[in-house]
Structure formats: C-alpha cells, structure tokens
C-alpha cells in the first residue's frame, strides 16, 4: 500500500455495521474503498468485486489481486482525465 503525505494508507475499509454477515471465511479482509471514493472492493463469497463509479467492472479471487486491479485502474484514470473532459 502507498502512504499520502500524511502518513496513513491511501485505501480506507469502508464501514459495516454487522461485519460478521459478510464473513465467508474468518480472517478475509472486509475489502477497502479509495479516499475520493471512485473505487471499492467488497466481499462477495470467496471472491472480491471491483466497483468503480457504482459499477460492477471485475471480480478477482483474492484481496491482494482486488488491490492490484484498483491501483492500475487508478493510474490509467488519472492518465486520461484532462481538465476538458471535467468542463464538458
């Protein structure tokens, strides 16, 4: 995981309120959410679905390649957001 200037990670896990509902296997990771908010991982059986934007864009088996995913996705985002495509 990558450190922002401030020291904490850049993935946060995002919050549930009964935790132990999406519990397939103990000691999986509840799955993450990226600070602007665009990017989500969540458990959904043995696997991890991708969400970007409220969509449904991959499903990896484990976390460690849910990360990966998201942390490629994120660099070709920010290669190909220009300032026009904001304005129009």
């Not at 999406?22 to 991890?48: H, I, M, R, T, Y």
């Not at 390649?65 to 300032?83: D, E, G, H, R, V």
């Amino acid at each position: 995981m990558t450190l922002d200037k401030t020291g904490t990670t850049k993935f946060q896990k995002p919050f549930v309120p009964h935790s132990s509902l999406l519990d397939n296997n103990p000691g999986d990771p509840e799955g993450f959410v990226s600070k602007d908010g665009v990017f989500a991982a969540v458990p959904c059986g043995k696997a991890f679905i991708i969400i970007h934007n409220g969509k449904q864009v991959h499903q990896c088996k484990t976390y460690k390649q849910s990360l990966a995913y998201i942390k490629k996705l994120s660099k070709i985002n920010k290669k190909t957001n220009s300032p026009l495509e904001k304005i129009l």
